[in-house]
Antibody, heavy 113, light 112 residues
Framework: EVQLVESGGGLVQPGGSLRLSCAASGFTFSSYNMNWVRQAPGKGLEWISFISGSSSTIYYGDSVKGRFTVSRDNAKNSLFLHMNSLRAEDTAVYYC??????WGQGTLVTVSA | DIVMTQTPLSSPVTLGQPASISCRSSQSLVHSDGNTYLSWLQQRPGQPPRLLIY???NRFSGVPDRFSGSGAGTDFTLKISRVEAEDVGVYYCIQGTQFPRTFGQGTKVEIK
């Protein structure tokens, strides 16, 4: 059974940093592209990052480009999202997704003073 | 960026009746490989999104056959043949043809 478990969310001040993790199991992690998608409170879904299985291809949404960095450790079946220069508008539930097939439960990031 | 526009944004439906959601893209979603990467996701209240349909019309594993997808180019439709109580939630289309990936605004399906 595919499992994706996000962690690392929490309350952070504007301008601060946070690292999210996504622990994957139940599939050959290195064979799959992964995405990060977020959802602000009461709002729709926003795609923010893609990383290929080998990490050779990476893309970001415009709203996070230059501030967020995606990475993965295939030996540890883990996906990461390093978030810098956080803003109030980054407040959201952050989901990791195996392609679009399977999704974690999400981790809440709140950016507030 | 490709803009995805869903209509309606809200769809009150009687149990057992059909529902239909439209998704229009600002440019063709036909990829250079010949495939069209248009997917539909369901998000039930308090739950993460769930993949229903990929590449326009392919139901994902475990998705009931009352869900169907159709369309081509820039116009796509998700249909629920007979709405059940468990279908309540928000439905999103997403294009996977080009980066950045873009979602529709979401359509809320609720029971009348």
């Amino acid at each position: 059974e595919v499992q994706l478990v996000e962690s690392g969310g929490g309350l952070v001040q504007p301008g601060g940093s946070l690292r999210l993790s996504c622990a994957a199991s139940g599939f050959t992690f290195s064979s799959y592209n992964m995405n990060w998608v977020r959802q602000a409170p009461g709002k729709g879904l926003e795609w923010i990052s893609f990383i290929s299985g080998s990490s050779s291809t990476i893309y970001y949404g415009d709203s996070v480009k230059g501030r967020f960095t995606v990475s993965r450790d295939n030996a540890k079946n883990s996906l990461f999202l390093h978030m810098n220069s956080l803003r109030a508008e980054d407040t959201a539930v952050y989901y990791c997704a195996k392609r679009l097939d399977d999704w974690g439960q999400g981790t809440l990031v709140t950016v507030s003073a | 960026d490709i803009v995805m526009t869903q209509t309606p944004l809200s769809s009150p439906v009687t149990l057992g009746q059909p529902a239909s959601i439209s998704c229009r893209s600002s440019q063709s979603l036909v990829h250079s490989d010949g495939n069209t990467y248009l997917s539909w996701l369901q998000q039930r209240p308090g739950q993460p999104p769930r993949l229903l349909i990929y590449q326009i019309s392919n139901r994902f594993s475990g998705v009931p056959d009352r869900f169907s997808g159709s369309g081509a180019g820039t116009d796509f439709t998700l249909k629920i043949s007979r709405v059940e109580a468990e279908d309540v939630g928000v439905y999103y289309c997403i294009q996977g043809t080009q980066f950045p990936r873009t979602f529709g605004q979401g359509t809320k399906v609720e029971i009348k």
